[in-house]
């Protein structure tokens, strides 16, 4: 079995909507144990199918559910100023239309109260071409954030893992310093795959924004 990165697996595990902490126990490249702190925002058996498909699709490991154990709680006025400063951007809005023989896809990405659009239209209608209209969409309005366009969509696709689709998006990084990294990002497909497509996209990139935070206008 090749090595288990249980660092990269609790970062990843911590990006699932719902999941404020994480711990990844294993042994000689095999995964033991996790445990995780959730709120209630989401059902334990729903969030245990999340980190099993997530671990699978992103890292090419099979898990079984009974080592996965999750503890619930509400977290009320305790966490709010600690929620504030470290938000992470979310899809706000995602639409599309058909206009003189264009598709425009529309995104809007929220980050400490602002929102930032973007649009993106082209002569295209295959299914692929959409996802990547997505996803580049998706990285524009990151930009919007960043004020440098640190990021390139590289991949983006939808494949079947465990008999669930999942969106995949791999998106190159590269900072001022030359430093160089492939996010890979996905999302669970439930009713809208687009949708979809935009939340792994979003998912890729959504930690690289918390070294730029501090830049954002007042």
């Known amino acids: 079995m090749d090595s288990v990165d249980f660092k990269a697996i609790q970062e990843a595990i911590l990006g699932i909507d719902g999941i404020l902490n994480v711990r990844v126990v294993g042994e000689n490249s095999e995964i033991a144990e996790i445990h995780v702190l959730s709120n209630r925002s989401k059902a334990p058996k729903l969030l245990v199918r999340d980190i099993e ?5 992103r890292f090419g490991v099979e898990i079984d559910h009974r080592k996965i154990s999750i503890v ?3 977290v009320e006025d305790s966490s709010k100023e600690k929620s504030t400063v470290f938000e992470r951007p979310v899809l706000w809005s995602i639409g599309w239309k058909k206009s003189l023989g264009n598709l425009q896809i529309q995104i809007e990405i ?3 109260g602002k929102i930032f659009p973007s649009t993106v239209s082209e002569s295209i209608w295959n299914h692929r071409d959409r996802h990547y209209m997505i996803a580049h969409a998706v990285i524009e309005c990151m930009h919007q954030i960043t004020g440098i366009p640190f990021f390139v ?3 983006v696709c939808v494949q079947k893992h465990g008999g669930f689709e999942v969106a995949l ?7 001022s310093l030359k ?3 492939i996010l890979v990002g996905t999302a669970l497909v439930k009713e809208d795959v687009y949708e ?3 939340r792994a996209t979003l998912d890729a990139i959504n ?3 918390f070294c730029h935070f501090s830049s954002l206008p007042d």
């Open 53 to 57: 498909t997530l671990i699978n699709a």
């Open 72 to 74: 619930s709680f509400d």
């Open 110 to 112: 929220k980050l400490g």
């Open 153 to 155: 969509l590289r991949e």
């Open 169 to 175: 998006a791999l998106v190159d990084y590269r900072n």
């Open 179 to 181: 430093d160089e990294e």
């Open 196 to 198: 979809s497509v935009a």
């Open 207 to 209: 930690r690289k924004i």
